[in-house]
Nanobody
Framework: QVQLIESGGGLVQAGGSLRLSCAAS????????MAWFRQAPRKERNFVAA????????YYADSVKGRFTISRDNAKNTVYLQMNRVKPEDTAVYYC????????????????????WGQGTQVTVSS
């Protein structure tokens, strides 16, 4: 089992920045592919970003590419999502997800590829 706890959400003005954190426990963190998804009201849960367990390669949804950065600190068992130049359409509940598989062996944009999830943290961007 993997336990994931997100933090760092809140209210931010459009154009501002926010950093989300996700602390993991229960498995060797360095073996986990980690990802962020988000879900707006009455919408599907969609892929935002992912980071590999091996070489730290990163992958992004087109809607956040160039604005958001995913990173990981294996010494702290934590993955981050740095959100810059946020827009009102970034408003959503953000979820951290994990899987004990190499990112090259899975469809990392598919939420059903991840068996472990955090409880979510709300991000609200005001215009």
């Amino acid at each position: 089992q993997v336990q994931l706890i997100e933090s760092g959400g809140g209210l931010v003005q459009a154009g501002g920045s926010l950093r989300l954190s996700c602390a993991a426990s229960g498995r060797t963190f360095s073996s986990l592919t980690m990802a962020w998804f988000r879900q707006a009201p009455r919408k599907e849960r969609n892929f935002v970003a992912a980071i590999s367990s091996s070489d730290g390669s990163t992958y992004y949804a087109d809607s956040v590419k160039g604005r958001f950065t995913i990173s990981r600190d294996n010494a702290k068992n934590t993955v981050y999502l740095q959100m810059n130049r946020v827009k009102p359409e970034d408003t959503a509940v953000y979820y951290c997800a994990a899987v004990e598989r190499y990112i090259g062996s899975l469809d990392y944009t598919n939420r059903y590829a991840y068996p472990y999830w955090g409880q979510g943290t709300q991000v609200t961007v005001s215009s």
